[in-house]
């Protein structure tokens, strides 16, 4: 059986060969790696459950941003957050579930992270 000619690395700027079939040369091999990465494409946050949980609430939320609407706002949303996140002990409930719009999801992410790194998590 005849043998593989070696070709060009596939790592940006090398020089060096490499007959293998991932395309990268022994001192990129690592490159090679699959980090984690599913061949099931577009799994994303949990897949086909989460995106049915996630197009439900969002039509239960008639698509307006909650915290938007809360104080008189009407703004589309199109995300979904959890009312109390998941660190806090909250779950994937509908009824923990709300949709959001990205300005306050974004908001609402960050005040958590801040809340988290000066200990204030607000557990009992």
Do not use: F
């Not at 293998?20 to 490159?31: F, L, P, Q, T």
């Not at 609407?69 to 923990?96: L, S, W």
């Amino acid at each position: 059986m005849p043998i593989k000619p070696p070709r060009p690395c596939k790592a940006p700027m090398c020089g060096g060969k490499t007959a293998a079939s991932h395309g990268y040369c022994e001192a990129h091999v690592d490159r090679a790696i699959n980090w984690g990465k599913s061949k099931r494409g577009g799994q994303g946050r949990g897949g086909r459950p989460w995106r049915r949980l996630r197009n439900a609430i969002l039509k239960r939320d008639r698509y307006l941003c909650q915290p938007c609407e809360r104080v008189n706002r009407i703004t589309p949303a199109t995300e979904v957050d959890h009312i109390v996140g998941k660190a806090q002990g909250g779950t994937d409930a509908p009824d923990n579930l709300e949709a959001i719009c990205k300005v306050c999801h974004q908001a609402k992410t960050a005040s958590e992270a801040l809340a988290a790194r000066s200990g204030d998590l607000g557990r009992p």
